[in-house]
């Protein structure tokens, strides 16, 4: 086996992570503890296994690496506390007992319990994140601030005092009670797709789409959904994230720039993950009560069924974007609520609801507005007046290659008029 | 989000600066350093840097025939310059806004804040949540 970061042995580690920090922070009550030890098993598997070859049973392996680390780490903060106070103190001693260690790891499935700590409602929606990414994904903290783009150091001290803070907290490592739990999923789905959306969408630089950490949200989805299989809102995030990750591939052109839903080579996008995001949606619909994701995820599944923009179910997308602004009251529902509108009832319809809310200061003068208003005087024909928005909506983003698809749009319009 | 930071200065501010005393001096110092250490243990500095004075600084654009034109700039005139910048990574516009405050009320003269203008922008946009 190749040395160092294979892809195998990173997998093999990834893939036990979770559960083996689960065990640790079962075992000691703290959850802060059990991730440095984690952390520190994983870097004695890195150094060891690609010489020796991975151990038969690798869970069990970093899981007694790890008590021996959180046994070691107690003993010197007992030496410690024993030389400020000579007061003995009784503690539960953490010990590598190889058996009851892998009996613990076959037990209990600790995956809903980390992403209800690393999710804290205490902590911003980015360190939760970066946290997630670090217990549940297996990722080093390089990987995750290469993802986020800030420095490394910067990183670091996000995650150590994201842990600070829920060891500030004083919540045992334990699982809340059943009726709380829905109110503990918010925000794990909110880290979740923040980072899916980080990924999908990053908010500036050159690069459109950072794959791997849209790749890296859905597979915590579906570890999410593992854990929490009835839950609808998990089973629509899921769904939302695969069904808008399915256009990926037709989502940019060759040189990196935009290709907007209209203009893609829709078998371009991934029937795969469409049909399994569809299934998903549509069971999840089926339950009754209809939270925010799935219906998203709903609206997706349309586009996505749709063999062209002229052949989707616009007034069925209308009435889900009615539902959806009902429930958020978000600014930006309500543009793409007007943008379906246009759709169904035209473009003159559509910009008086533009105009309207153009009253709300949450969104007024933001250069998504103004796309839109290019747009829907292009399909009004007001050829002129589009050509004008898209240059100034184009003067209002700093994500490049949506900017030079505006630009593009705006000489597109123009060269017609001309020719 | 990633927001920008920067620092303006006045060239009659900097030239107040060489009237300051050598301790009202050293406590600006301190708190800038102070204030970057305490952004960087919050996991939100990106990037921090005091600029040198802009009578040092050039201006380089691209001549027609292939040849850079260097000059001199932004020129002994200027009244207004960027003097430092910090970049953060922070949650909302709000806890910028509270970053930019607090840098703004770096000390001056008698320890009192000068106060400083900070001007705020974000990196790039991505649409309201």
Known sequence: ?419 | MKFMLMMHGTRKGWESMSSWTPAEFKAHIEFMIGFNAKLAAAGELVLAEGLDVPMNAKVIQAGKGGAPVVSDGPFPETKEFLAGFWIVDVPSLERAVAIAAAASAAPGPGGKPIPIPIELRAVGAAPPV
Not at chain 1, 33 to 42: F, G, H, K, S, Y
Not at chain 1, 135 to 143: F, P, Y
Not at chain 1, 370 to 378: F, G, I, N, Q, Y
Request: proline fraction near 5%; charged fraction near 25%.
């Open chain 1, 1 to 419: 086996m190749a040395a160092g970061g294979s892809p195998l042995l990173e997998e093999l580690l990834r893939e036990h992570a979770p559960r083996v920090l689960g065990a640790l922070a079962r075992r000691c009550g703290d959850f802060s503890a059990a991730e440095d030890a984690l952390q520190e098993a994983l870097l004695a598997a890195h150094l060891e296994w690609p010489a020796s070859g991975a151990p038969a049973n690798p869970g069990g392996w970093l899981f007694r690496v790890g008590c021996r680390r959180l046994s070691d780490a107690q003993e010197s903060e007992a030496a410690r506390k024993r030389r400020e106070s000579r007061a003995g103190e009784e503690r539960t001693e953490v010990t590598a007992d190889a058996a009851t260690g892998e009996d613990e790891l076959m037990v209990h499935d600790d995956t809903l319990l980390l992403f209800f700590t690393c999710c804290h409602p205490s902590l911003t929606t980015p360190s939760a994140s970066a946290l997630t990414l670090r217990a549940l994904g297996g990722l080093t903290t390089a990987e995750i601030a290469r993802a986020f783009l800030v420095p490394e150091a910067t990183m670091a001290q996000r995650i150590s005092r994201a842990k600070q803070t829920i060891l500030d907290s004083g919540q045992p490592f334990a699982l809340p009670a059943e009726s709380e739990r829905a109110r503990r999923l918010e925000p794990v789905l909110q880290a979740l797709y923040l980072m899916f959306n980080e990924g999908h969408l990053g908010s500036s630089g050159p690069g459109l789409v950072r794959v791997e950490l849209s790749t890296e949200a859905i597979r915590l989805a579906r570890l999410l959904r593992a854990a929490q299989p009835d839950d609808a809102e998990v089973a629509g995030l899921l769904a939302l994230m695969l069904l808008t990750d399915a256009r990926r591939p037709a989502r940019t052109g060759p040189d990196g720039e935009l290709v907007p839903l209209h203009e893609q080579d829709r078998s371009r996008w991934d029937r795969a993950a469409i049909v399994e995001g569809i299934e998903l949606v549509s069971r999840a619909l089926s339950r009754g009560a209809v939270g925010t994701y799935q219906l998203q995820a709903a609206i997706a599944a349309l586009h996505d069924e749709a063999p062209s923009i002229d052949e989707t179910d616009w007034p069925q997308v209308l009435a889900l974007y009615r539902l959806l602004e009902r429930a958020t009251g978000n600014p930006m529902v309500t543009l793409n609520r007007i943008v379906a509108e246009a759709m169904v009832d035209g473009p003159a319809r559509a910009l008086e609801s533009l105009a309207e809310l153009e009253q709300d200061a949450r969104i007024a003068g933001h250069f998504r507005m103004t796309v839109v208003r290019a747009h829907l005087c292009e399909l009004a024909g007001d050829r002129e007046r589009a050509i004008v928005e898209y240059r100034k909506a184009a003067s209002g983003t700093a994500n490049l290659p949506e900017r030079g698809y505006l630009i593009a749009k705006a000489a597109r319009l123009e060269a017609e008029g001309g020719g």
